[in-house]
T-cell receptor, first 116, second 111 residues
Framework: DSGVTQTPKHLITATGQRVTLRCSPR?????VYWYQQSLDQGLQFLIQ???????AKGNILERFSAQQFPDLHSELNLSSLELGDSALYFC???????????????FGEGSRLTVL | TQLLEQSPQFLSIQEGENLTVYCNSSSVFSSLQWYRQEPGEGPVLLVT?????EVKKLKRLTFQFGDARKDSSLHITAAQPGDTGLYLCAGVGSGDDKIIFGKGTRLHILP
């Protein structure tokens, strides 16, 4: 158990819909990272937050948005869903603010999104 | 764009054999991490290498960071079925906060 909690574990929805994925980081961790994992693209970095503020942005689509709340949990919002958005979405947390401090990422078990 | 290429993509070998998997990039990283992922779970950190040329050992696993900090290798000695999984390398950017992952090597050890 990594200490990172993600909900829901599985989600099935239709194209055009909107979903919210939730992540609670490990106790004491201030950074939250979001990744999308698909078979063909591997683990793609989406976005990172530290203590409520956006710190780094990756290949995140404009239809996707995220935020980190004062209690440090984070939500990833996916809207106008397309078939290609079907993937595993992972949240990871780290105690450190900056990845350049070689902080370990602790991953949740992921949320599997299926868009039909 | 920083990219990490991992090879081979798939590897299936007999128990007891040795193997090496590779992680290559044209970019320089401040450090490189190796993770292992099992089905239904998130990746779990195995090791972080920081210094160019660094070698770290974790039981039967040996990790090496290239001198130029652009590439890394993972060598497993006397592979066991419990080593089966997806091995991911992750580059920690120089000057930004991104941690970029390769697509992974899917390893299957046959008993």
């Amino acid at each position: 158990d990594s200490g990172v909690t993600q909900t829901p574990k599985h989600l099935i929805t239709a194209t055009g819909q909107r979903v919210t994925l939730r992540c609670s980081p490990r106790s004491g961790d201030l950074s939250v990272y979001w990744y999308q994992q698909s078979l063909d693209q591997g683990l793609q970095f989406l976005i990172q937050y530290y203590n409520g503020e956006e710190r780094a942005k990756g290949n995140i689509l404009e239809r996707f948005s995220a935020q980190q709340f004062p209690d440090l949990h984070s939500e990833l919002n996916l809207s106008s869903l397309e078939l290609g958005d079907s993937a595993l979405y992972f949240c990871a947390s780290s105690v450190r603010a900056s990845a350049s401090n070689t902080g370990e990422l602790f991953f949740g078990e992921g949320s599997r999104l299926t868009v039909l | 764009t920083q990219l990490l290429e991992q090879s081979p993509q798939f590897l299936s070998i007999q128990e007891g054999e040795n193997l090496t998997v590779y992680c290559n990039s044209s970019s320089v990283f401040s450090s490189l991490q190796w993770y292992r992922q099992e089905p239904g779970e998130g990746p779990v950190l195995l090791v972080t290498v920081v210094t160019g040329g660094e070698v770290k050992k974790l039981k039967r696993l040996t990790f090496q960071f290239g001198d130029a900090r652009k590439d890394s290798s993972l060598h497993i000695t006397a592979a066991q079925p419990g080593d089966t999984g997806l091995y991911l390398c992750a580059g920690v950017g120089s000057g930004d906060d991104k941690i970029i992952f390769g697509k992974g090597t899917r390893l299957h050890i046959l008993p």
